[in-house]
């Protein structure tokens, strides 16, 4: 018997309708766990570098965790993974919800996408009964309306739905695909889907997920379910309100923004409103988001209330969670209220709240600038927030300027030329980054920002504060309490650090120590999303329910796979170094390991150089980013070897 | 049959505090699986969350009594300008609906309130305080209730008949 997974993927072939049910190898479980890894590992297989993103031979998996499905708390996230049309490396991008655990009680661990539709389709996967059904009546839809007539057509309430809406639809390149309160939004995958021609998947699943030693995994649970509240009750002093207690950003509950509106710049990632939280945006801002927000919600199986119900007045109801509120706010030079209500539009459109709005702010600057005109903007009203609107309905149409805004900040910026390359300051690996522009290289987040194999800080950034505490007594307060570190170096790290002198940036954390920080935290993530754990009960937090140090008995006890510290901590790590050849085999190298160039001011490139020598070094890659033979045969790999040795990757060299 | 005292336990449901998240049935069902925790499976639950979210429905509803017969009308409520069918509230085991009956076999549900537990354990995984639990003494009439397998049995005469159930059970018990 399988433990925690079902054992099973669903493939279904578009182009011709094949759909087979097919057994997986429970030693490729061991190796990889599931979710993010097994995903890599098919992908490697069956998706090699010539593939591109819209071909019918690229694949689009919807995979849920290892855990999902289980009863342990917060494991309810759903890996989707294909090639992405902008970066042209791997895309993954990660959604809560209700997905990942129904579609693992209809019985599938993974459900694999193939080939292309003639038509578009919407998928009915209800137990062992798979149907292609036609979704002509589907088309231009919002992607919450989809999903609600969808229920509807099948009469069943309980019916799970991801959906495209028309940004998917017309491949526009940071199209998202829409679950509930959740959303795969990153690096394209909305536009994948939309290719592929899927308007929707609908699942629902009346099977059991079984569990290796039953008492042990709910012993774990009810620990944790003690940890939860009493870790929200008290807060970790001296830092931000989103960052001092559990969760992924509480945005939906705190009303305090003081730090994103003052810190993150407005506009293309261009101003920083040092002095803009005042005690009138603060009542106003308040007001909105209470008289907007109709209740707090969950994902499956999780006690965290980090999404809400948004009612405004006189537009459908949608539901949001995280930043987006504050995305398009920001972007506009615009308030709350324009925020939560361009949003909603957004959000059945089915786009990126992250990389929409820049890409918009970018297109105003450079019509500001004279290098896009009047003739490219026909019929844009002139005030500042019909304009955000005007543009996003170009965009998710590919209309007029649309269609080249729709390839994100990077593409558009060399199809419009003039100039406008100049303007493109805020991506990394063609792909829009978080609206931050600060002084003082910070090494960590310098490393982080640079070879984060997902390109996006918040599936990184986490388990290590993100700056020292002012006193050296707080800092020893910090780490009293502090088991979720893997070895105690990292209090002593951590209590050394200073906000000035010699213990500070960039010199301090050191080279090495620097590197071990980034590790800890990328590993902490690659397990997440190998086990489907949301990153806000573990590796986003500080002192999170889940660590290094409790997660190997668990899995133990759940999946029945014997596992330890270490063995984890490796795993984790060939998932990495996969993810990373995967990317190789399509080009990328040190040369793409960069922040965008005006992050910090004041760089350090001697220093620079040193930091991704020791992180490739740490992790195994040779000095150009190249995964080792060495390291390789290590993760017992050796066929990534054999495959850069026929394609003439030179991945030699000391790691 | 006389008076007698009995403990009533009691699960005080809050609609305001639920946050849609789903843990009672998930861990309802691994307590009720045939061997303790040993799976889970929602379907199985013996409390079901009845949601939708776009119009602020959230309701957990636990099963009660099974029901051979639907009932013949079908009423509306609306509560704060909020849509609800009569059978939301419904605890029964009907066979209008697919819920509380096991996926397998079709057999009715019907919440025991985790018998043994401190607390029904859908209470205790409860964080957001939409689902309390208390108990209270009421005298009541002494009556015997039925047995389980009872139950089940007068479901399976319902579905299938006394006949073809007895044919059934002969036939089971030849091959066994």
């Given amino acids: 018997m399988r433990y925690a997974e079902t054992g099973y993927n669903l493939e279904i072939d578009l182009s011709s309708g094949n759909i087979e049910r097919v057994e997986t190898d429970p030693e490729l479980t061991e190796l990889y766990l599931g979710g993010l890894g097994t995903n890599a590992k098919i992908l490697w297989d069956r998706v090699p570098p010539e593939v591109e993103p819209f071909s019918p031979d690229n694949l689009l998996i919807f995979s849920a965790g290892l855990l999902c499905g289980t009863p342990v708390p917060g494991a309810n996230r759903t890996i989707v993974s294909t090639v992405s049309p902008q970066t042209l490396f791997m895309a993954f991008s990660m959604m809560g919800g209700f997905f990942a655990p129904e579609l693992k009680y209809a019985g599938y661990d993974k459900l694999i996408l193939r080939g292309k539709s003639p038509d578009l389709v919407y998928l009915w996967i209800n137990n062992d009964r798979v149907e292609i059904r036609d979704a002509s009546h589907l088309q231009g839809k919002g992607a919450v309306e989809t999903a609600e007539l969808i229920k509807q057509e099948l009469e069943d309430p309980r019916v799970q739905v991801a959906a495209i809406g028309l940004a998917g639809e017309n491949r526009v390149y940071m199209a998202s695909i829409e679950h509930g309160r959740s959303s795969a939004s990153r690096l394209g995958l909305g536009a994948v889907m939309g290719d592929k021609r899927v308007k929707a998947i609908a699942v629902r699943g009346t099977k059991d997920i079984n569990i290796a030693r039953p008492t042990e995994v709910v012993e774990f649970c009810h620990n944790i379910l003690e940890y939860i509240p009493e870790r929200d009750s008290n807060p970790i002093p001296g830092v931000m309100p989103i960052l001092a207690g559990l969760g992924s950003p509480k945005e939906m509950l705190i009303h305090d923004e003081k730090w994103h509106t003052e810190n993150f710049m407005w506009g293309n990632a261009r101003t920083r409103q040092k002095d803009y939280w005042t005690k009138d945006i603060e009542e106003k801002w308040k007001e909105t988001q209470e008289s907007v927000r109709t209740r707090l919600i969950s994902c499956y199986n999780c006690p965290m209330k980090c999404g809400a119900i948004i009612s405004v007045p006189g537009i459908s109801t949608y539901m949001m969670k995280c930043f987006s509120k504050l995305t398009y706010t920001m972007a506009a030079y615009s308030d709350l209220e324009f925020g939560f209500k361009i949003a909603q539009r957004a959000t059945e459109y089915g786009v990126d709240g992250f990389s929409t709005p820049q890409v918009m702010a970018f297109a105003l600057e450079l019509y500001e600038a004279g290098i896009l005109t009047d003739e490219d903007f026909p019929g844009m009203p002139p005030d500042n927030e019909g304009r955000f609107y005007w543009l996003l309905d170009r965009i998710v149409r590919r209309e007029g300027i649309g269609d080249v805004l729709a390839d994100g900040v990077y593409w558009a910026a060399r199809k419009i030329g003039k100039g406008a390359e100049e303007y493109d300051h805020n991506t990394i690996k063609k792909h829009e980054q978080l609206p931050l522009k600060l002084s003082m290289l910070n090494p960590i987040y310098f490393l982080m920002w640079a070879t984060g194999e997902k390109v996006n800080i918040t599936q990184i950034e986490g388990n290590f504060p993100q700056a020292p505490f002012p006193t050296r007594e707080e800092r020893e307060e910090f780490v009293k309490d502090w088991p979720h570190v893997p070895d105690d170096k990292f209090k002593e790290y951590f209590v050394n650090w200073e906000l000035r002198g010699e213990n500070a940036f960039p010199y301090y954390p050191t080279v090495e120590a620097t590197c071990e920080i980034v590790d800890w935290q990328e590993t902490m993530h690659y397990i997440d999303d190998a086990l489907g754990i949301c990153a806000g009960l573990s590796s986003f937090p500080l002192k999170p329910a889940y660590h290094i140090n409790n997660l190997p008995t668990l899995i133990t006890a759940a999946a029945g796979i014997d596992m330890d510290k270490d063995k984890l901590w490796e795993i984790a790590r060939r998932n990495r170094t996969l993810i990373r050849a995967f990317n190789v085999g399509r080009g990328l190298r040190r040369k793409d390991d960069q922040p965008p160039e005006n992050h910090w001011k004041k760089r350090f490139p001697e220093l620079e150089e040193q930091l991704l020598d020791e992180y490739y070094r740490l992790k195994g890659f040779n000095n150009d980013g190249i995964p080792t033979k060495e390291s390789l045969h290590q993760l017992k790999m050796d066929y990534i070897s054999e495959d850069f040795e026929k394609r003439g990757i030179n991945n030699n060299g000391q790691s | ?176």
Wanted: glycine share 6%; with cysteine; aromatic share 6%.
């Fill in chain 2, 1 to 176: 049959m006389g008076k007698v005292k009995k403990k009533v336990k009691l699960i005080k449901i809050d609609l305001d505090q639920c946050n849609g998240c789903r843990a009672c049935e998930l861990i309802c069902s691994a307590f009720h699986a045939p061997d303790k925790y040993s799976s889970n499976n929602p379907a199985r639950s013996r409390i079901r969350l009845i949601s939708d979210p776009l119009q602020d429905v959230y309701l957990p509803v636990y099963a009660g009594e099974y029901t051979p017969a639907e009932c013949m009308g079908r009423d509306k409520y609306i509560i704060d300008g909020k849509e609800f069918s009569e059978c939301d509230f419904c605890r029964a085991s009907c066979p209008s609906r697919d819920a509380f009956k096991e996926p397998d076999s079709g057999l009715p549900l019907k919440c025991d309130m985790c018998e043994g537990e401190e607390e029904p354990l859908c209470v205790k995984w409860c964080l957001a305080d939409a689902l309390t639990y208390e108990e209270r003494e009421e005298e009541v009439e002494e009556e015997e209730t039925p047995e389980e397998m009872e139950t089940g049995l007068k479901a399976l005469v319902d579905k299938y008949g006394l006949d073809n159930l007895i044919d059934g059970i002969a036939r089971i018990s030849k091959k066994e």
